[in-house]
């Protein structure tokens, strides 16, 4: 038996001003996208947008529903809507961000587990990394560079 260690990389920016311009932009959508959410349960309101390779970016906003297994994460509403309205369009950027109604989140949001297995699949279809963004309300903002440093052991197609 040996004991092995995962390491996560990324990068951390102190604010939104120390990030490349497009990517501020996309972190700017995603914070705007938050306003739109539908969060009357948590009120925990999650933006996300995506940069596609032809320029175009896709927000989308978490949406809750009493029965708590229908609503759906901002991120996966915003891949899905790139995905339905840009087919075969690859991925480059996805951005995520949240308000909450009850505290000031100064920390860096992260996509839960699903939403990450999602972007696994359109990092695949991309066959590119797929840059993700992560910031709270304010602070600093942390991006991976490619999704297996934000999700390890990924499952993958080739095991189906």
Do not use: W
């Not at 970016?57 to 509403?77: F, H, K």
């Not at 690859?90 to 972007?119: D, N, W, Y």
């Amino acid at each position: 038996m040996r004991k092995e260690q995962f390491i996560c990389p990324y990068t951390l920016y102190e604010n939104l001003d120390e990030l490349e311009p497009r990517d501020a932009e996309l972190m700017r959508l995603a914070h705007e996208a938050t306003k739109n959410a539908y969060a009357p349960y948590s009120k925990f309101h999650v933006g996300a947008a995506v940069r596609l390779a032809n320029g175009a970016i896709v927000t989308g906003n978490n949406i809750e529903n009493a029965a708590y297994p229908s609503g759906l994460c901002a991120e996966r509403v915003a891949m899905f809507a790139a995905m339905a309205q840009y087919p075969g369009v690859a991925f480059e950027a996805l951005a995520v961000t949240a308000h909450s109604a009850t505290k000031l989140i100064a920390e860096p949001v992260a996509p839960c587990g699903a939403c990450r297995q999602v972007m696994v699949e359109v990092e695949q279809v991309s066959k590119q990394p797929l840059k993700v963004l992560c910031q709270g309300e304010t602070g600093p903002v942390m991006v991976f560079d490619g999704i297996e440093s934000l999700m390890p052991f990924i499952f993958l197609d080739k095991f189906l």
